[in-house]
């Protein structure tokens, strides 16, 4: 049987998604692999900080799934504004959504709304075309809320110097904001202890590697109770975590121009302001573990002297026009892989219409979530053909996309196109003052322009 199947978003999920579908024996299939973005990779290319080239390693695999001769890249599409999804339904036997999550869940306490969400100064930092060009980078005690990698990353990147990170591939305007940062003192909080944090070891011992910081940890907030030290025995990685926080605890202050505090068992509960609306704190309430692997607040308030403060709660998908959207789980309600037409138990399924990545099961999980998140998908789609449960596009000619493309003057990338950028970016890096592998292009239209060929104007 011969299936062609468009997958929307060539984030990790789209392109695990199009390599499983590809690698079936039984079906010859032809995937079309579409992105809003110029460029693919999606979250790798721009959610990754740029010290962390051992995570970026990561589009090596991408890219060999993506050099497949049945696999055909449309980038510098956005669906519901170029082409609509019913449209896809016409041209494909199915229709994958794997377009993920880069927006920041909402910090819901009182000046909350004053706080920014960490999605947008990673989008910053990371070159994302869709993202602020500048930063204010004036705040010397800064406020990171979430103990997870995010966090890690951006408390990381704020106590860093724009030198340091000039190595690496971040575009001019990053580092003219980063070599103006002003910031001294990170200090990161976490509701619960350190046994409920969500690091990777790898990451938190990577913390303090420059020579300009030093991590630090209060010794009161190294504290377990019998459920905290049964989750540390079961899982290494938390006993890892554990033991480099203990590390931390002991450690004395030193000369390191720049401090992380990383405090556990602090709930914040009000962004503080002046008269001007300008931050001037986070206040937090002490809690303390209830026996059972909760937390109860103690009625004692911290004020800490901010003048910035960061969310890192979570990020959140968007609605993709013409699907069906949670707007309480931020997902497409699915049943593990087809796409329902409500979010009510036993609703009927949406023709054609899959979903994987983050946009299916919420913004948790490491990449081996997303393989296997897709491979419960793909499967469906195989057993729904082999069931005759894909109805025939009404068009079926493998270029027929393109023509409505160009009917439209859409100026589609390619993954031809791709080559093209990422030659521009690597001869950028070459030319720096200190070579680098790349440096990226930030600004959407030149990435089109360079992905398309299209001459230069001096």
Same mark, same amino acid.
């Given at each position: 049987?011969?299936?062609?199947?468009?997958?929307? #978003?060539?984030?990790?999920?789209?392109?695990? %998604?199009?390599?499983?579908?590809?690698?079936?024996?039984?079906?010859?299939?032809?995937?079309?692999?579409?992105?809003?973005?110029?460029?693919?990779?999606?979250?790798?290319?721009?959610?990754?900080?740029?010290?962390?080239?051992?995570?970026?390693?990561?589009?090596?695999?991408?890219?060999?799934? /993506?050099?497949?001769?049945?696999?055909?890249?449309?980038?510098?599409?956005?669906?519901?504004?170029?082409?609509?999804?019913?449209? /896809?339904?016409?041209?494909?036997?199915?229709?994958? =959504?794997?377009?993920?999550?880069?927006?920041?869940?909402?910090?819901?306490?009182?000046?909350?709304?004053?706080? =920014?969400?960490?999605?947008?100064?990673? #989008?910053?930092?990371?070159?994302?075309?869709?993202?602020?060009?500048?930063?204010?980078?004036?705040?010397?005690?800064?406020?990171?809320? #979430?103990? #997870?990698?995010?966090?890690?990353?951006?408390?990381?990147?704020?106590?860093?110097?724009?030198?340091?990170?000039?190595?690496?591939?971040?575009?001019?305007? $990053?580092?003219?904001?980063?070599?103006?940062?002003?910031?001294?003192?990170?200090?990161?909080?976490?509701?619960?202890?350190?046994?409920?944090?969500?690091?990777?070891?790898?990451?938190?011992?990577?913390?303090?590697?420059?020579?300009?910081?030093?991590?630090? $940890?209060?010794? *009161?907030?190294?504290?377990?109770?019998?459920?905290?030290?049964?989750? !540390?025995?079961?899982?290494?990685?938390?006993?890892?975590?554990?033991?480099?926080?203990?590390?931390?605890?002991?450690?004395?202050?030193?000369?390191?121009?720049?401090? =992380?505090?990383?405090?556990?068992?602090?709930?914040?509960?009000?962004?503080?302001?002046?008269?001007?609306?300008?931050?001037?704190?986070?206040?937090? *309430?002490?809690?303390? /573990?209830?026996?059972?692997?909760?937390?109860?607040?103690?009625?004692?308030?911290?004020?800490?002297?901010?003048?910035?403060?960061?969310? %890192?709660?979570?990020?959140?998908?968007?609605?993709?026009?013409?699907?069906?959207?949670?707007?309480?789980?931020?997902?497409?309600?699915?049943?593990?892989?087809?796409?329902?037409?409500? =979010?009510?138990?036993?609703?009927?399924?949406?023709?054609? /219409?899959? $979903?994987?990545?983050?946009?299916?099961?919420?913004?948790?999980?490491?990449?081996?979530?997303?393989?296997?998140?897709?491979?419960?998908?793909?499967?469906?789609?195989?057993?729904?053909?082999?069931?005759?449960?894909?109805?025939?596009?009404?068009?079926?000619?493998?270029?027929?996309?393109?023509?409505?493309?160009?009917?439209?003057?859409?100026?589609?990338?390619?993954?031809?196109?791709?080559?093209?950028?990422?030659?521009?970016?690597?001869?950028?890096? *070459?030319?720096?003052?200190?070579? !680098?592998?790349?440096?990226?292009?930030?600004?959407?239209?030149?990435?089109?322009?360079?992905?398309?060929?299209?001459?230069? $104007?001096?």
């Amino acid at each position: 049987m011969s299936l062609r199947v468009a997958v929307v #978003g060539a984030g990790p999920a789209g392109i695990y %998604a199009s390599d499983l579908l590809l690698r079936n024996d039984e079906h010859d299939i032809h995937v079309d692999l579409f992105e809003q973005m110029p460029a693919p990779f999606g979250l790798i290319r721009y959610g990754v900080a740029p010290d962390h080239p051992r995570i970026k390693g990561i589009v090596k695999s991408l890219h060999k799934v /993506l050099d497949k001769p049945h696999l055909r890249l449309l980038g510098n599409i956005t669906i519901g504004r170029d082409i609509t999804i019913d449209e /896809l339904r016409d041209y494909y036997d199915a229709v994958v =959504i794997s377009t993920g999550a880069v927006r920041d869940r909402e910090l819901r306490i009182p000046g909350g709304e004053k706080s =920014i969400g960490a999605g947008e100064f990673v #989008g910053f930092y990371d070159g994302n075309p869709r993202f602020e060009r500048g930063w204010n980078l004036d705040a010397r005690e800064v406020a990171v809320i #979430g103990v #997870g990698n995010v966090a890690l990353d951006i408390s990381r990147i704020l106590a860093k110097t724009g030198d340091e990170l000039l190595v690496t591939e971040i575009p001019d305007n $990053v580092y003219e904001s980063l070599k103006n940062n002003k910031a001294e003192t990170v200090h990161m909080f976490g509701r619960r202890g350190p046994a409920q944090a969500k690091f990777t070891p790898k990451e938190l011992r990577e913390m303090d590697l420059s020579d300009t910081i030093q991590v630090l $940890v209060d010794p *009161e907030d190294i504290d377990y109770d019998a459920t905290s030290e049964e989750v !540390r025995r079961a899982d290494k990685s938390v006993d890892l975590n554990c033991q480099v926080l203990e590390q931390y605890a002991m450690r004395e202050p030193d000369d390191a121009p720049h401090k =992380i505090y990383i405090h556990f068992f602090e709930e914040p509960v009000e962004v503080l302001t002046d008269d001007s609306g300008a931050i001037t704190g986070l206040r937090t *309430e002490r809690q303390e /573990l209830d026996g059972n692997g909760g937390i109860t607040g103690t009625g004692k308030f911290t004020d800490w002297p901010v003048q910035q403060v960061y969310h %890192a709660v979570g990020y959140r998908s968007e609605p993709v026009d013409g699907v069906p959207f949670d707007v309480e789980r931020n997902v497409i309600p699915n049943d593990g892989g087809h796409v329902l037409e409500t =979010i009510e138990d036993g609703a009927g399924f949406e023709d054609k /219409l899959y $979903v994987t990545g983050w946009i299916k099961r919420g913004p948790i999980g490491l990449i081996g979530n997303t393989k296997s998140d897709a491979k419960e998908t793909t499967d469906m789609l195989i057993a729904d053909a082999d069931a005759g449960k894909l109805a025939t596009p009404s068009h079926t000619g493998p270029d027929e996309i393109l023509e409505l493309l160009d009917e439209r003057n859409i100026p589609y990338t390619t993954w031809d196109g791709w080559y093209r950028l990422d030659e521009a970016e690597r001869k950028l890096g *070459e030319q720096s003052a200190l070579p !680098r592998e790349r440096k990226k292009i930030v600004e959407w239209e030149e990435m089109v322009e360079h992905a398309r060929n299209v001459p230069q $104007v001096p």
